[in-house]
């Protein structure tokens, strides 16, 4: 069984940063690639970045280019999501997905088959 678990998130400044982490467990995360989602109070999930594991290719939405990171500690088996010159736009649930087909990635919802509960970034201006 595949699990995920976000951590990081909180209350902080416009301006401020913050760095989500995605812990991981069960089978091995060298079968998958991860990502970065993100929803905002009455609108829907929409992709923010993604990871391979194997390698660390990266892709992020246009949105996120810039003040957004995402890496991988294989090591540990987490996944972080760094986010720079926060804005109050980025309030949302963040939450972190695994793709079994590692070969490729998606920005799509439906491309991604495990998820974690999602951790709250409220930024206040």
């Known amino acids: 069984q595949v699990q995920l678990v976000e951590s990081g998130g909180g209350l902080v400044q416009a301006g401020g940063s913050l760095r989500l982490s995605c812990a991981t467990s069960g089978r091995s995360f060298n079968y998958y690639t991860m990502g970065w989602f993100r929803q905002a109070p009455g609108k829907e999930r929409e992709f923010v970045a993604a990871?391979?594991?194997?390698?660390?290719?990266?892709f992020y939405a246009d949105s996120a280019k810039g003040r957004f990171t995402i890496s991988r500690d294989s090591a540990k088996n987490t996944v972080y999501l760094q986010i720079n010159s926060l804005k109050p736009e980025d309030t949302a649930v963040y939450c972190c997905?695994?793709?079994?087909?590692?070969?490729?990635?998606?920005?799509?919802?439906?491309?991604?088959?495990?998820w974690g509960q999602g951790t709250q970034v409220t930024v206040s201006s």
């Open positions: 990871i391979t594991w194997i390698g660390g290719s990266t």
């Open positions: 997905a695994a793709r079994s087909r590692a070969s490729s990635w998606s920005d799509q919802v439906s491309g991604y088959d495990y």
